[in-house]
């Protein structure tokens, strides 16, 4: 079993991270939108998208690459006012998502939503700017952590998109950032270096679950062990015969 383990680790590790591609051929319908939002928004955020005091702030600036990102982490519609937006199950079908998200952008005048370009981006120039801008947070790994009065999420769950879209609505303690600070070549290569991290390549050595090298080790040693307890028992069976 001990053995198998390092396996496990291995298979878990490749599996690929949810597919959260929205659907193509969906098209939004803002009256549907508005009911929704009215429905499942309005307490907090007010019924105009105004904001209320203690409960949710205004929708003016937000417009849909907020909405996407917000809806779409499952970070809203959020439980209670005072606790921290977080990763749920996403309460919405794709339809009433489009929907939602083009309501909310007919409140304000925020931005649409980003399309990275970030296949052909450079990754090396991305870890260097998240070395800058991010590391201290979500640690180089992309591991996360905990700041006094927030959690940071790890950063193997959003996609390319959600990570855009991150870096310009700078969700809870998380500052924003304009294009100015980061533009959009940059947030390009911000995300290939995310996507990079999400699963680092592994040729020239076995992954191991990326643990490092004492685990590597290990398993080294595990091998030689079970090669030198096979042999004994070869010669037993030889010395025996
Ligand atoms: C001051 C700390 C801090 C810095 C700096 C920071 N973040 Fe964050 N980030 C957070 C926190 C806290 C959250 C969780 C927000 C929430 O719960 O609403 C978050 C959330 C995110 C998310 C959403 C993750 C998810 O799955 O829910 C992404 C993507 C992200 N950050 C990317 C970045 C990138 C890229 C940078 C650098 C340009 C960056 N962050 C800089 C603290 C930070
Ligand atoms: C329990 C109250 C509550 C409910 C219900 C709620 N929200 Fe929120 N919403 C908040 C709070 C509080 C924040 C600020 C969170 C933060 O700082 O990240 C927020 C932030 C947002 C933002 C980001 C605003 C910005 O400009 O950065 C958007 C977009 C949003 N909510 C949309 C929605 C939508 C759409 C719904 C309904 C599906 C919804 N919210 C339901 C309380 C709520």
């Known amino acids: 079993m001990k053995r198998l383990l390092p396996i496990l680790v291995l298979l878990v590790a490749a ?15 803002v009256t549907q939108g508005k009911s929704l939002y009215a429905a499942n928004c309005s307490r907090c955020h007010g019924s105009r998208g105004q904001g209320l005091r203690d409960q949710g ?13 917000y809806v779409r982490t499952g970070y809203m519609p959020l439980d209670n006012p005072h606790s921290q937006p977080w990763r749920t199950r996403v309460l919405f079908t794709e339809q009433e ?5 083009a309501y909310v952008a007919t409140i304000g005048h925020g931005p649409a ?13 991305g870890r ?7 590391a201290g947070c979500h640690q180089i790994a992309i591991a996360g952590g905990v700041l006094p009065g927030a959690r940071i999420p790890p950063l193997n769950q959003p996609t390319p998109r959600q990570i855009a879209e991150a870096v310009r609505v700078g969700p809870y303690l998380m500052p924003k950032f304009s294009t100015k600070a980061i533009t959009p070549t940059q947030l390009n290569d911000l995300v290939a270096y995310v996507q990079y991290a999400k699963r680092p390549d592994d040729r020239g ?20 062990a079970s090669i030198l ?13």
């Open 15 to 29: 599996t690929p991270a949810r597919a959260a591609t929205p659907q193509e051929g969906v098209v939004a319908n």
């Open 57 to 69: 702030p205004s929708l003016k600036d937000a417009g849909a690459l907020a909405a996407d990102f």
């Open 97 to 101: 998502i489009r929907s939602l998200v």
């Open 113 to 125: 939503i980003p399309s990275p370009q970030w296949q052909t981006a450079s990754v090396a120039a």
């Open 128 to 134: 260097q700017l998240f070395a800058d801008h991010c």
């Open 205 to 224: 050595g076995w992954a191991i679950g990326h643990l490092g090298p004492w685990p590597e080790g290990m398993v080294t040693w595990l091998l030689a």
């Open 229 to 241: 307890v096979a042999t004994c028992l070869l010669i037993g069976r030889r010395l025996k015969a």
